[in-house]
């Protein structure tokens, strides 16, 4: 009698254990977490140096709580290191005439107004669908590759039948696969 009540205990702190696992909020198929109590390298920005400026009522109205015009701001720097105009972030600005013709094209069967929504909802039951066993979740292993494994282009077959069709494809290699990597000796 006394090792049944015992093999009961036992598994009653097993289930017990297994729900303790059980992860809260979203599930996160990739772990990207520093192993280091160090700093967030990618996180600092450096700020712009401080210039005088030609007169000092060309300086804007202070913002409290807004932005500051040293403060780093990558994506408008990138934009305008492409040779884009930064003035375009801004909301509000509209749609170009350049950018017309493309929206045009990209919406000409139509867009559907709540996609983004239903596609996080639809990604989001995903991930919870394939969050990994119980050991990687303990472990924290990445399980992002072999989750999305289903979704991805096989490379070598995709060029295949592209070159099967008579299309060009004059940026693949020639023998269909990739010998960037490889160094052959002399």
């Given at each position: 009698m006394q090792a049944a009540f015992a093999k009961l205990g036992v598994a009653v702190l097993a289930v017990l254990a297994l729900s303790a696992c059980s992860g809260e909020g979203d599930p996160k198929l990739m772990n990207l977490r520093s192993s280091t109590p160090g700093p967030d390298e990618f996180g600092i920005l450096p700020t712009k140096p401080l210039e005088m400026p030609k007169s000092?009522?060309?300086l804007p109205a202070p913002t409290p709580g807004g932005t500051n015009i040293t403060d780093p701001?990558?994506?408008?720097d990138a934009v305008a290191a492409l040779g884009g105009n930064?003035?375009?972030l801004e909301p509000g600005?509209?749609?170009s005439a350049a950018d017309g013709a493309l929206l045009a094209r990209a919406?000409?069967?139509g867009t559907e107004a709540g996609i983004r929504s239903q596609l996080a909802a639809e990604d989001l039951q995903y991930r919870r669908d394939n969050d990994g066993r119980l050991i990687e979740r303990l472990f924290d292993v990445n399980v992002y590759f072999r989750a999305y494994e289903p979704m991805s282009l096989d490379q070598l077959a995709e060029l295949e039948r592209w070159r099967k069709l008579g299309?060009?494809?004059?940026a693949a290699?020639?023998?269909g696969v990739a010998q960037a990597n490889v160094t052959k000796a002399p």
């Amino acid at each position: 009698m006394q090792a049944a009540f015992a093999k009961l205990g036992v598994a009653v702190l097993a289930v017990l254990a297994l729900s303790a696992c059980s992860g809260e909020g979203d599930p996160k198929l990739m772990n990207l977490r520093s192993s280091t109590p160090g700093p967030d390298e990618f996180g600092i920005l450096p700020t712009k140096p401080l210039e005088m400026p030609k007169s000092f009522s060309e300086l804007p109205a202070p913002t409290p709580g807004g932005t500051n015009i040293t403060d780093p701001q990558p994506m408008a720097d990138a934009v305008a290191a492409l040779g884009g105009n930064p003035a375009r972030l801004e909301p509000g600005t509209g749609v170009s005439a350049a950018d017309g013709a493309l929206l045009a094209r990209a919406g000409r069967f139509g867009t559907e107004a709540g996609i983004r929504s239903q596609l996080a909802a639809e990604d989001l039951q995903y991930r919870r669908d394939n969050d990994g066993r119980l050991i990687e979740r303990l472990f924290d292993v990445n399980v992002y590759f072999r989750a999305y494994e289903p979704m991805s282009l096989d490379q070598l077959a995709e060029l295949e039948r592209w070159r099967k069709l008579g299309l060009r494809t004059p940026a693949a290699p020639v023998d269909g696969v990739a010998q960037a990597n490889v160094t052959k000796a002399p």
